[in-house]
T-cell receptor, first 115, second 116 residues
Framework: DTAVSQTPKYLVTQMGNDKSIKCEQN?????MYWYKQDSKKFLKIMFS???????INETVPNRFSPKSPDKAHLNLHINSLELGDSAVYFC??????????????FGSGTQLSVL | AQSVAQPEDQVNVAEGNPLTVKCTYS??????LFWYVQYPNRGLQFLLK??????LVKGSYGFEAEFNKSQTSFHLKKPSALVSDSALYFC??????????????FGQGTTLQVKP
């Protein structure tokens, strides 16, 4: 069973379109994240949710809107896609932070290509 | 600014030889340090972490890392490399003041190439 699963694996779309990436974890974790990995493999946090509550928003453009319907799901919706949004987006989860356990479990990534 | 640096884009080593992947950090307060590995077309996987205690930390797949406070380093090591260790390795630090967020700052990654 996949612990952190995200769909789709590949997403090719035109500039200006709106798209969503879905993420689900079956680990019973309280906290979920979205990370962006650019073409140089640089990895940066975008958002973090703890029990459906937003706790990190790293100055991401407001075209990006995360939604957490429950603590097992964290979806990422992107409006008006731009060329610079092309990247690999990783979902991750962990036990509740602040308890000394920062072991993140990552999904296998969604490669977004904006044409 | 709190940061992590991995000075080598790529490390090449022959199978059976020891390997070292370097990491230095800059944080205020006591650092929480991590190593993750990314295999092609996969998400990152946790290897090991240093929180406190013994400076030599052992992790998955025979890897270990040595915390050196005076040199602000946390180098990843393995006594005998395997071809299957070839992957992208990330050092990460939990920035000071983020204990309740789970936020990690990642280095730029080092590609390890182990040749038979």
């Amino acid at each position: 069973d996949t612990a952190v699963s995200q769909t789709p694996k590949y997403l090719v779309t035109q500039m200006g379109n709106d798209k969503s990436i879905k993420c689900e974890q079956n680990l019973g974790h309280d906290t979920m994240y979205w990370y962006k990995q650019d073409s140089k493999k640089f990895l940066k946090i975008m958002f973090s949710y703890n029990n459906k509550e937003l706790i990190i928003n790293e100055t991401v453009p407001n075209r990006f809107s995360p939604k957490s319907p429950d603590k097992a799901h964290l979806n990422l919706h992107i409006n008006s896609l731009e060329l610079g949004d092309s990247a690999v987006y990783f979902c991750a989860s962990s036990q509740q932070p602040g308890q000394g356990v920062e072991k993140l479990f990552f999904g296998s990534g969604t490669q977004l290509s904006v044409l | 600014a709190q940061s992590v640096a991995q000075p080598e884009d790529q490390v090449n080593v022959a199978e059976g030889n020891p390997l070292t992947v370097k990491c230095t950090y800059s944080v205020s307060g006591n650092p929480y340090l991590f190593w993750y590995v990314q295999y092609p077309n996969r998400g990152l996987q946790f290897l090991l972490k240093y929180i406190t205690g013994d400076n030599l930390v052992k992790g998955s797949y025979g890897f270990e890392a040595e915390f050196n406070k005076s040199q602000t380093s946390f180098h990843l090591k393995k006594p005998s490399a395997l071809v299957s260790d070839s992957a992208l390795y990330f050092c990460a630090v939990r920035p000071h003041g983020s204990s309740n967020t789970g936020k990690l700052i990642f280095g730029q990654g080092t590609t390890l190439q182990v040749k038979p």
